[in-house]
């Protein structure tokens, strides 16, 4: 199957309402052609600065403006980051992302401060990530030339659907992000989260917006909504496992060499319906008890779960180019 930026809205909606076993069959059949498989990438996000963040995103415990008994703190010192990034490692994660809850990246001394922890994770030989909203080409420029490997900035959901989530920053905003973080040869993470009250349509628009970008994203994130007391999206229903399945399915095949992650939600799922969203097409996962601020899988679970299915680490780096200092 060769690789595609012009698919159709229609197209992408006959493959997502495929027959969900042909589904799966055929995802995996292009997963095996461009993965190894029983690969997995393990990747850790640790928020390096939490709550506070002034945009009102109606999933975010994080947003200051919900009550969600998130308290702020302040940047994290260098050496706390890097030594969680040693235990990651140490874990089996060969990706470290670190989260910052801001709006937008300033050109200040926490700025500077992120650049240095960028250069000590990159010195550890792990594909570093930072997620710390809008920026702009300079400073993505910044961040590339400290050892930067992936930038990731999810545009969570369809274009037609994304101002009941988010108003205070829009869809073109995001998109903007992810041109400023592909030339400067940053790697590109973005996906979105499913079980915002989108339509089937609406989760259609948004994996067709990440497969047309002028080049997809190397990873793809497809969150699960992890609800939490205190925003406005507290009392949506769990998202379905089959909705997850198709989601994973669907990107697998019209983004074929992409990692496609596992995200949030995995904290509610079995190890069975993870092995099916890994038999669809999900080779990445983030392991570690929290994603920022939610619940997440352990890695002595995710262990575990790589030795009772047969998986294993993907090192880091792999078919992809390194980053020069």
């Known amino acids: 199957m060769k690789i595609r930026n012009n698919w159709t809205k229609e197209e992408i909606s006959e493959i997502y309402n495929t027959p969900l076993l042909e589904l799966i069959y055929k995802a995996s059949t292009v997963h095996r052609e461009y993965h190894a498989t029983g690969e997995v990438q393990v990747c850790t996000l640790l928020s390096i600065k939490t709550g506070g963040c002034p945009e009102d995103c109606a999933y975010c415990p994080q947003a200051a403006r919900y009550n969600t008994g998130v308290d702020v703190q302040s940047l994290m010192k260098k050496e706390e980051v890097l030594a969680y990034a040693e235990k ?11 989260g910052a809850a801001w709006r937008e990246v300033r050109d200040n001394r926490d700025f500077d401060r992120v650049l240095e922890m960028v250069q000590g994770v990159n010195e ?14 300079e400073q993505a420029k910044k961040l590339y030339n400290a050892g930067l490997y992936a930038y990731n900035h999810n545009v969570d959901t369809s274009e037609d659907h994304y101002t009941d989530i988010i108003t205070t920053r829009t869809y073109n905003d995001r998109l903007k992000t992810l041109g400023n973080v592909r030339k400067a040869g940053i790697s590109v993470c973005s996906g979105g989260i499913i079980g915002l009250g989108e339509t089937h349509e609406d989760r259609i628009g948004m994996l067709h917006t990440l497969a047309t970008l002028p080049s997809h994203p190397g990873s793809v994130p497809v969150n699960a909504l992890v609800r939490v007391k205190g925003t406005p999206l507290q009392d949506n229903p769990k998202v379905d496992i089959w909705d997850m399945v198709r989601m994973i399915a669907t990107a697998r095949i019209i983004m074929p060499a992409a990692m496609v992650r596992l995200s949030a939600g995995r904290a509610e799922m079995s190890i069975a319906e993870q092995a099916l969203c890994f038999m669809a097409g999900a080779n990445s996962i983030f392991s570690g008890d929290k994603l920022l601020t939610t619940p997440n899988p352990a890695f002595d679970e995710d262990n575990a779960m790589f030795q009772l299915l047969g998986l294993k680490p993907r090192e880091a780096f792999k078919d992809e180019k390194i980053l020069v200092n």
């Open 88 to 98: 990651a490692k140490n874990a089996g994660s060969t990706r470290f992302c670190m």
């Open 124 to 137: 550890l030989g792990m594909e570093v990530c930072c997620t710390m909203g809008m920026l702009t080409e």
